[in-house]
């Protein structure tokens, strides 16, 4: 049966509109990690690195190479943890240049070390890019996080945020950074900006 993560992983990536706690498992994930605005054509390159990674693995069977463990799954969607620059800091509006980031897409547990690398590999002799290079494959494990499914455009965010710090006061939970991770249920391509949907989530430890 196909893996699909809208059905068999609700809990991490359909979430009420509402702050929840969640521990987050250990996952696997092709990263990039980059600075400066998400509309810059730069960051849609590496989003298309990412998913042409993603893609190759999916495909492998139709290749006539099928990894060992190997099930049929949905592609996961693409997840960004996002920081800003120390110089951007407190400033009374939000310097989108001065951002930096971590996008990745996750990869299901049959994908190891020698399987990625040799998907890599593959994808510069099919469809070279230069940020092929930069590509890192590795396992994060985020633990104890609150979390909240975030309705409408990205620069409405804040308002879910201010819930999610006023949640965590309410249940003695403490922030740990302003470092967070964002996790992209819709395509931005194809969705009105007040129906996005985007998992907000950032770590937490009990006070």
Not at 11 to 19: E, G, I, S
Not at 59 to 68: I, L, Q, S
Not at 179 to 204: A, N, W
Request: charged letters at 30%; aromatic letters at 10%.
């Amino acid at each position: 049966m196909k893996y699909e993560w809208k059905k068999n992983d609700k809990v991490l990536y359909l979430p009420k509109n509402q702050p929840e706690i969640i521990k987050i498992p250990s996952m696997k994930f092709f990263m990039l990690k980059g600075k400066g605005n998400p509309n810059n054509e730069s960051f849609s390159e590496a989003v298309g690195v990412l998913y042409s990674l993603s893609y190759g693995i999916k495909m492998m069977p139709k290749k006539g190479a099928t990894p060992v463990g190997y099930f049929d799954y949905t592609v996961f969607p693409l997840e960004g943890v996002w920081d800003l620059a120390e110089e951007a800091r407190g400033l009374a509006t939000l310097d989108k240049d001065s951002l930096i980031y971590t996008i990745m897409i996750r990869q299901p547990e049959f994908v190891t070390d020698e399987l990625a690398q040799q998907v890599i590999e593959s994808t510069k002799l099919k469809k070279p890019h230069p940020l092929l290079e930069n590509v890192e494959f590795g396992s994060i494990e985020d633990g104890l996080c609150v979390q909240m499914l975030h309705i409408g455009p990205y620069d409405n965010e804040p308002e879910s945020f201010s819930k999610m710090e006023d949640f965590c006061k309410d249940n003695h939970l403490r922030r740990l950074s302003k470092i967070h991770r964002e996790v992209y249920i819709s395509d931005l391509r194809k969705t009105e900006p007040e129906k996005l949907k985007t998992v907000l989530r950032f770590k937490v430890e009990r006070v």
